[in-house]
């Protein structure tokens, strides 16, 4: 990552080359939802292929599930949701603005911290007007809607505020169909909705976001050691996936940070702009979930174990990481900018799997006999992987559009190709060209980016 990148700088790039976009921005757009552009909607898909690819097609001990969004509510009583999945609240009396009660005293601690040891405890008061602020009340952030035509309390429904319900109800489904033994895990990627108080920081805090998650089941007394296991193999799944290893970290949570049903959690962190944030919580759920389950829906969740001839109710380690927190690191960490003959280039310098664009075919210019050359070469490629042809403006400016949009090769088509059959292949990173037989490309490049 760069110092020289701020959240706004950021920002600003995702619209301009149609990475993020604000949602229904014509009529202002609405506070914590975000639409994914043609690159956003690429780097979204790769993250999440490259997650699955790890988890669940590499392994052989994880399958893959994909739940409804609006499940029966019940399953929000019973894990604990309805009753507890609440944020404390406090109004301005003067502005109006809503802000979370734990985040403000968190900052006010903080003010605290740094100031002389005999200072007054701090007040809080508004951070944007000054003003009084309201007793904090719980605001519960489930989004409610009702199913079907009537709007009475017996048809609400909650948008799911996590995938995980959805692997925990299905547990049985997925034993019985795949019999798969202890230890095994259950992955889905999916939305999840939160009514968040302080959405922001661009895409870090939505209301509309995707989960990838990882229910894996074990024998209770294994728990710690899969645990730490797991701890392990995310954050090596990161640095793999090409994250600076100085901007992530791993931090045990303290006992009065735990989820209601967490008996230990492990947060990875990265070093955003504004700090070191969350992008994956690791938590130990023990068998809480099964066993509510179980009591709220009469139906036994459990596994026979043929080893000592017992019912367990098996303990629950769960990865759960957000798609748009894992893509705004991404992004972040690959920024660069670096001075090439007095002028500023700007690269993504993604990790080969994550980039949207693979390769770039650019003619030399729009020559009456190199276009149809090049298009020739785009068409070979275009089935392949995902690939662009542009043959705008001068080869100087093409290569920058496809370095800040961090497409790995360049693929140039000049006067010469025209008689020697070959292409030069330019390296986003190194700006290194190499001179290739077109017969040869696709499998160069399926090499080089190891497809
Ligand atoms: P936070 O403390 O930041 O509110 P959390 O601890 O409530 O997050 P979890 O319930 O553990 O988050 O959710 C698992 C993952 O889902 C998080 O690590 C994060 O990557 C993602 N996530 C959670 N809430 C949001 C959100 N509002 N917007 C985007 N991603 C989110």
């Not at 100031?115 to 007054?120: F, V």
């Not at 799911?160 to 489904?173: C, K, L, M, W």
């Not at 894996?216 to 996936?241: C, I, K, M, T």
């Not at 292409?423 to 290194?432: A, E, K, N």
Request: overall charge negative; aromatic content about 10%.
């Amino acid at each position: 990552m760069t110092s020289k990148l701020t959240m706004d700088k950021l920002v600003s790039l995702c619209k301009r080359r149609g990475f993020v976009f604000q949602s229904s921005e014509i009529y202002g757009g609405i506070g914590g939802f975000w639409d994914y552009g043609p690159l956003g909607v690429e780097l979204k898909n790769n993250i999440k292929r490259a997650w699955w690819k790890a988890v669940v097609q590499e392994r052989d001990d994880i399958v893959g599930l994909d739940c409804a969004i609006v499940m029966n509510p019940r399953t929000w009583e019973a894990s604990g949701h309805v009753d507890t999945f609440a944020d404390p609240m406090v109004d301005c009396k003067s502005c109006k603005r809503r802000f979370r009660a734990d985040e403000l005293e968190g900052q006010a601690a903080a003010a605290g911290a740094h100031g002389h040891a005999e200072a007054p405890p701090a007040v809080v008061r508004c951070p944007e007007c000054g003003g009084e602020l309201t007793e904090p009340r719980m605001f519960n952030l489930m989004f409610k809607t009702y199913v079907g035509p009537v709007e009475d309390a017996a048809a609400i429904a909650y948008l799911r505020p996590e995938t995980a319900q959805g692997i925990f109800v299905n547990f049985d489904n997925v034993l019985t169909t795949t019999r798969k033994k202890l230890p095994f895990g259950i992955a889905q990627i999916g939305k999840a909705f939160r009514n968040e108080i302080t959405p922001g920081n661009f895409i870090f805090r939505d209301r509309e976001f995707e989960q990838m998650e990882i229910e894996y089941f074990v024998r209770p007394g294994s728990d710690e050691e899969w645990h730490n296991h797991w701890v392990e193999e995310r954050q090596a799944w990161y640095l793999r996936l090409g994250l600076h290893q100085e901007s992530l970290r791993v931090r045990r949570l303290e006992a009065d940070e735990l989820a209601h049903y967490a008996k230990d959690t492990y947060e990875i962190e990265y070093l955003f702009p504004m700090g070191w944030s969350e992008l994956e919580g690791i938590a130990n759920r023990t068998d809480f979930d099964l066993r509510r389950h179980s009591e709220f829906s009469g139906k036994a969740l459990n596994y026979f174990d043929e080893e000592t001839n017992e019912h367990v109710t098996p303990y629950i380690i769960e990865p759960s990481a957000g798609v748009d927190r894992l893509l705004l690191a991404f992004l972040f960490d690959a920024y660069d900018e670096e001075e090439v003959k007095g002028e500023t280039r700007t690269i993504l310098r993604l990790n080969m799997a994550l980039a949207p664009i693979k390769a770039a075919v650019l003619p030399l210019s729009r020559n009456e006999q190199l276009v149809p050359t090049a298009r020739r070469v785009w068409e070979l490629l275009r089935g392949k992987f995902m690939s662009q042809y542009d043959d705008a403006q001068s080869i100087g400016r093409r290569y920058r559009r496809q370095d800040e949009i961090g497409t790995p090769f360049c693929v140039t088509v000049d006067f010469d190709t025209l008689n020697d059959d070959a292409v030069t292949i330019r390296h986003r990173d190194s700006m290194q060209q190499d001179r290739v037989p077109i017969a040869n490309l696709v499998g160069i490049l399926r090499e080089k980016l190891e497809v």
